[in-house]
């Protein structure tokens, strides 16, 4: 899965629907295993243990790391739909992006029903 680090100011791509396998679909959480998804959420989610760990030279790693769809090549990444929906209103860069008129509000309301949450560690 990719993960993609939003620092300019750029308008940010984010796919329209949840993908086929996205690990946020609800119908998706016993067909599809991703061994490396709790590593990938340990950046991505707002209140995980390794959250805004600094990162040599990186001024905005304590705002955390976005998820990208991980069916797009890196090249033209898209912020994945269903972490946006489950996770984007807790995010400080999504929501600065959804502030400053980069990312669309309603990427963090639409088909809530069809994502789930999903937390790195259990509790």
Not at 22 to 45: H, I, M, Q, S
Not at 64 to 91: K, S, V
Not at 101 to 113: E, Y
Request: charged share 20%; glycine share 8%; net charge positive.
């Amino acid at each position: 899965m990719a993960r993609v680090r939003v620092g300019a100011l750029v308008a940010v791509q984010a796919c329209s629907w949840p993908c086929p396998s996205c690990p946020w679909r609800k119908d998706n959480a016993r067909r599809y295993r991703y061994p490396n998804l709790r590593e990938y959420l340990a950046g991505t989610v707002p209140g995980e243990p390794d959250f805004g760990k600094p990162v040599d030279g990186d001024p905005l790693s304590a705002l955390g790391t976005m998820f990208a769809c991980h069916r797009i090549p890196n090249d033209n990444a898209h912020l994945c739909a269903g972490w946006l929906a489950a996770h984007g209103a807790e995010h400080p860069i999504a929501r600065l992006g959804i502030a400053w008129g980069l990312i669309d509000p309603a990427a963090l309301t639409p088909r809530q029903r069809a994502v789930r949450r999903v937390r790195s560690v259990s509790r």
